[in-house]
């Protein structure tokens, strides 16, 4: 569309496309009608469409709290997000063109391809004419890789099959819910019954096969019996050692260790507090017993004749004697005079002594005496016992701070050994568990166990769904009138319009340059003027000239088309070039206008 044109349609207004219509009245009554019978045609002879529903639900079993046995998951799982996420991947496995395959399968690949209206007869009889075309011109059949033409044309016809399912096949999965819809629409109610029965029934096998693990019983079995072995070496080394080293369990040996140091430092402490007050005691004792008189007088007897000291003194008289006979011989000066003399006074203090009254007294031991002698003995032996069992707690606690600093050394060796069993033990343990949980799920799977199950077969509707005719049929109506009304608009071009106003513009101001025109002969003829002033208004109505009204439409197929074009000239009584009428115009275009 050239420039001019596109401002041409830029300058239609809805009373022109209203013209428009008014004047191709018959043409768009006649293309309505037209579309509208075909549209209806179409729609008698549309085969009829029939709808199945059936129904699943999504129960919360080992598909969505077990898990594979071979992974690990963590402790906490969101339920909700687990369920919905569940639930959604259902929608998209039933979806799925496995399922349609098998859904295929079990159906049967001619049941499901077999013609059941003209449109189908109508194909399956251009296919066999083509193929007899084929056969008459002698082509090879077609084929591909090592597929024979037979082949070939079932694994064509099972393809058509697989997609005739799929686009039966209808999913919905409810927002916030664990049922998934399953919906078909065929043009026969059995067929379309029968196949979403067949893909509600074979996504539960398909459920259970998704789920399903290959080879971890066998794998968990292994495991197991290995870490069994692994298990019981490690806990066999382990009492291997304690009874090497003598410990029964390091924690129960070193608290039995760690309780005896308590009791025997308490011990050694009582100990030693009552050594010290048996010692102190037996000093205290010693002192008393010191100071103590061990026999005291218990009677006393004065007067007794002293026999021995009579007879001294009877002697001594008799030694005086002889001395005093020696000193009267000897001088006062004679050494043996001073020693007779000190002789005598010697012997007369002697018996001088002997001379007084002897007593007799009578004494006994001292009972405080013998009783502080008895409590020294006693607290004496108390502390010699006390410093032997002070030394023995000292030895007992010597050897058991050894016990526990070997216990201390050994318990390294434990306790790497004791982490080895543990782990050992849990690792059987978690394989066992796994060992278990796979052969309950084989069962389960053996018997087809899913948590999908069926809630509402596949239902035989014998209503038809569609087409919904009446309502297509009113569709189809009113898009034949926009196309009768489209192609009115379209054949009455918008530049015609545009040039029937521009040709009556042109004719309006024709009309006024001729009355222009008239109304100056009539001043020439009868106004006396002088001849300078008529000269100077003959001069002026001589460059007076009419406006030319040109249209120069630059069409398809065409140079252009000159409209018209009006010039006075001084003198002159009528216009030096004609004005085409509106019919002319309209001619003109009409002829310039490309078909």
Known sequence: MSHIETESWAMVTPGDVLRSIRRRIPSVIFTTILVTTAVVSILVIWPNHYRSEGMMYVRLGRGALGGDPTAKTNNSVSMQESRTAEVVSIGEMIGSREIAERAVERVGVEKINQPRNWIEEFSQLAGAKM???????????????????????????????????????????????????????????????????????????????????????????????????????????????????????????????????????????????????????????RR??????????????????????????????????????????????????????????????????????????????????????TQFQTVRAKAVGLASRRDSIVERLEATQADLQRLNEDVVVMSRLDWEAQIAEDTYRSHARSLEEARVNAELDKNLMSDVSVIQGATLN???????????????????????LLQAILRDSPTSSVRRTESRRNRQTADSADQDSRTFRTEMEHDALAPQQRTKRQARSAVATVPTITATDELPGSDSAEIGLTKFESGSNSPSSSILSDDESIDGFSSARPR
């Open 131 to 285: 193929k007899e075309l084929d056969w008459l011109t002698g082509s090879q059949e077609k084929t591909v890789g090592d597929l024979t033409p037979q082949q070939y044309d079932a694994q064509l016809e099972r393809e058509k099959a697989i997609k005739t399912v799929q686009k039966a096949i209808n999913i919905q999965v409810a927002k916030n819910g664990y049922t998934v819809a399953v919906a078909g629409k065929e043009d026969d109610p059995l067929l379309i019954q029968s196949i979403v029965q067949a893909v509600m029934d074979e996504f539960g096998s398909y459920h259970v096969e998704a789920h399903r693990v290959k080879g971890s019983e066998a794998f968990f079995d292994v495991q197991a019996r290995e870490s069994r072995e692994l298990a019981i070496a490690a806990r066999r080394e382990l009492q291997e050692t304690r009874n090497k080293m003598g410990w029964l369990s390091a924690d129960a040996a070193e608290r039995t260790l760690s309780e005896r140091i308590i009791d025997l430092e308490m011990k050694l402490s009582s100990a030693d507090s009552e050594l010290a007050e048996a010692i102190s005691q037996a000093e205290e004792l």
């Open 462 to 484: 014998l209503k038809k769904a569609g087409p919904q005719r009446a309502l297509l049929s009113v569709v189809g109506a009113l898009f034949a009138l926009s196309l009768g």
């Open 288 to 373: 008393q017993l010191e100071s103590t008189d061990q026999w005291v007088p218990v009677a006393k007897t004065l007067g007794i004749a002293n026999a021995a000291g009579d007879q001294m003194r009877s002697q001594l008289y008799d030694v005086q004697i002889q001395d005093g006979e020696e000193l009267a011989k000897l001088s006062p000066s004679h050494p043996r005079y001073k020693r007779i003399e000190a002789k005598m006074n010697q012997s007369e203090q002697l018996a001088e002594v002997e001379r007084s009254e002897r007593e007799e007294r009578q004494e006994a031991i001292n009972p405080v005496y013998q009783e502080l002698e």
